[in-house]
């Protein structure tokens, strides 16, 4: 056993190093994010801190519209040609192309609705504009970004990947501290987070050029190609980018300032899960896409790890409901009233942590649910919490929806993983014993 270990041990060496420094440029980029967010929470008053998360809100739900699956399917195609600098080129001028085209619709549809949002909650006409335009720099930065990535994560150059991740962070880091502290506005916060992420697509190119020939022109073969998966992709893509921020969306609606500005602040203090999730995707769910096809060994590892996270969750929200004035304490003083309101929030995010790893998981192995009737399954119960089992025009009552549609998701995702394993599956063997 231990010839075999020491024969083994620079292969050990090399993915304990990639794993450590993975882990742990997460760990400093998650970091350096969320003092960022309790920074911008403290500095701005509730009602700038509303209206950045109004606009920070309608930023990622902008950015999923103007995707829409192009991103997907531009590592795929690029997956085929990765060692090929001039397709490589073409797959990422095509996408590039794409994605201007359905960044403009993107902006069609969003900009109106969040200047509606912005004026009725109080904001005056020309202070709307103005975040609005601050905000579009930073939309078409993570746009070209997560492109940008694409060709460094082929070529697997994970360190320099990182390092530019860190610098992003940092950039903003350095950036926000000292204008918030003279000028407080949401404008001013999203336009220094824009700019990190601007600095940081400059290095990106540098990065991609070499492996991707970025001067050729975009190809009809290629827009077909990843057309097709955007077809796919972007019926799901238009449901969760409602459903994801549907919080944050009811209370803009049919609540008031203060109650936008607590809803997030509460989700930025629930980012801190971002870490086990991460963790999970980093060293369970490759684990887990490598088992063998074995009923057996698939389904019981699946809810092992589910109900580990289980355990980790109730510790979570027991702490928070113990203690909830030392977590509350992050935000400052203007959230110090809102204990039940934390502690259901943490059980919503608990919820989201364990279904997006039941989701992972499940779609390592292949097994993925028909996005229309998951998406038919959700609406009709979240219609149904709405109508008979929550008051939406509170903050208590809004996150209690997120906790009931959090049991609707997961119960689905289970019960098809279920269906799915056990009835329309093939199987190599059966029989295999399973080590504790």
């Avoid at 629930?270 to 870490?275: A, F, H, P, W």
């Avoid at 113990?322 to 502690?343: K, N, Q, S, T």
């Avoid at 942590?353 to 390592?364: E, F, K």
Wanted: with cysteine; charged share 10%; glycine share 8%.
């Amino acid at each position: 056993m231990f010839n075999r270990l020491f024969a083994r041990a620079p292969q050990l060496i090399k993915w304990g190093k990639l794993i450590s420094v993975t882990g742990g440029a997460q760990i400093l980029i998650q970091g350096v994010g969320f003092v960022v967010g309790i920074y911008i929470i403290r500095m701005l008053s509730q009602s700038e801190y509303a209206y950045y998360t109004l606009a920070n809100t309608m930023l990622g739900t902008m950015t999923v519209l103007a995707d829409g699956g192009i991103s997907t399917g531009v590592m795929a195609e690029g997956g085929k040609q990765w060692q090929n600098r001039k397709e490589l080129g073409e797959i990422l001028a095509t996408g590039m192309h794409m994605r201007r085209q359905f960044a403009i619709g993107s902006l069609i549809v969003s900009i109106p609705i969040l200047f509606y949002l912005l004026l009725d909650q109080g904001m005056l006409w020309w202070e709307s504009s103005l975040l609005i335009l601050c905000l579009i720099p930073a939309f078409m930065a993570a746009l070209s970004g997560s492109l940008l990535q694409i060709v460094p994560k082929l070529h697997q150059n994970i360190n320099e990947l990182l390092k530019i991740n860190v610098q992003i962070n940092v950039i903003r880091l350095i950036l926000t501290l000292p204008v918030l502290l003279f000028f407080p506005f949401a404008a001013l916060a999203i336009l220094a987070s824009g700019f990190g992420q601007v600095v940081g697509n400059v290095q990106l190119r540098k990065l991609s050029i070499r492996k991707a020939d970025w001067k050729t022109a975009a190809s009809p073969a290629y827009r077909r190609r990843i057309m097709a998966k955007v077809k796919k992709i972007l019926p799901g893509s238009i449901y969760y980018c409602i459903s994801g921020q549907i919080t944050v969306w009811l209370v803009a609606f049919f609540s008031d300032t203060k109650s936008i500005a607590e809803i997030g602040a509460l989700s930025r203090l629930m980012m801190l899960l971002m870490l086990v999730r991460l963790s999970v995707d980093m060293l369970i769910v490759p684990r887990y896409a490598r088992l063998p096809a074995v009923k057996q060994q698939v389904i019981v590892r699946f809810f092992q790890v589910l109900g580990l996270l289980l355990v980790l969750s109730a510790a979570i929200v027991g702490g928070v409901a113990l203690f909830p004035d030392l977590f509350l304490y992050i935000l400052g003083d203007a959230y110090m009233d809102l204990d039940y309101e934390l502690v259901l929030m943490t059980l919503s995010s608990c919820l989201g942590l364990i279904t997006g790893v039941a989701y992972m998981m499940s779609s390592s192995r292949g097994i993925i649910p028909n996005p229309y009737l998951f998406i038919a399954v959700n609406i009709l119960g979240q219609v149904a919490v709405l109508y008979f089992f929550v008051d939406y025009t509170t903050l208590a009552g809004v996150i209690m929806f997120s906790v009931y549609s959090g049991l609707i998701t997961l119960g689905y995702r289970i019960a098809d993983f279920l269906y799915q394993t056990l009835l329309k599956m093939q199987w190599s063997d059966q029989s295999v014993h399973l080590n504790p």
